[in-house]
């Protein structure tokens, strides 16, 4: 999917070339916090207007402790947002992600999205993360 790209008009037209196959019953978006927030509009329409059950899977925060902007938009439109728990090293939860350069640093400034690079992320609670990012 592309910034741009209208998610409302994609299911719209994905049902309509399923019509003589199973329904379409519910959508189902991973890595949802690179959608735009018109996107995450046209995810509650596609509930609302079509019916369709909508699960959306993402990130809530960056590495720099920042919310992504679908992320933001999900959090604000969501009927029930549900928790994937993950561990920080020191066994508390998990809430951030540090993300380390392909020499092992923290990565502390720059864009928000890195797709295709060598960095590596790890996930840290609070405590660690704030730790992580002052090194």
Same mark, same amino acid.
């Given at each position: 999917?592309?910034? *741009?790209? *209208? /998610?409302?008009?994609? &299911?719209?037209?994905?049902?309509?070339?399923?019509? $003589?196959?199973?329904?379409? #019953?519910?959508?189902?978006?991973?890595?949802?916090?690179?959608? $735009?927030?018109?996107?995450?509009?046209?995810? $509650?329409?596609?509930?609302?207007?079509?019916?369709? %059950? &909508? /699960?959306?899977?993402?990130?809530?925060?960056?590495?720099?402790?920042? /919310?992504?902007?679908?992320?933001?938009?999900?959090? %604000?439109?969501?009927? !029930?947002?549900?928790? &994937?728990?993950?561990?920080? !090293?020191?066994? !508390?939860?998990?809430?951030?992600?540090?993300?380390?350069?392909?020499?092992?640093?923290? @990565?502390?400034?720059?864009?928000? @999205?890195?797709?295709?690079?060598?960095?590596?992320?790890? $996930?840290?609670?609070?405590?660690?993360? !704030?730790?992580?990012? #002052?090194?």
């Amino acid at each position: 999917m592309k910034p *741009n790209d *209208n /998610l409302f008009e994609k &299911v719209k037209e994905i049902i309509k070339t399923q019509e $003589s196959e199973l329904p379409v #019953r519910a959508v189902f978006v991973d890595e949802a916090q690179f959608l $735009s927030e018109s996107q995450v509009d046209q995810l $509650s329409d596609i509930a609302d207007e079509l019916g369709l %059950a &909508v /699960l959306a899977y993402g990130l809530r925060t960056d590495s720099f402790g920042e /919310l992504f902007p679908g992320s933001k938009r999900l959090l %604000a439109l969501a009927d !029930k947002i549900r928790e &994937v728990k993950t561990i920080c !090293k020191c066994g !508390k939860k998990a809430t951030f992600v540090v993300r380390y350069d392909s020499e092992g640093n923290p @990565v502390k400034s720059g864009s928000q @999205v890195d797709i295709g690079g060598n960095d590596k992320y790890v $996930s840290f609670c609070r405590k660690h993360w !704030k730790e992580e990012m #002052r090194k």
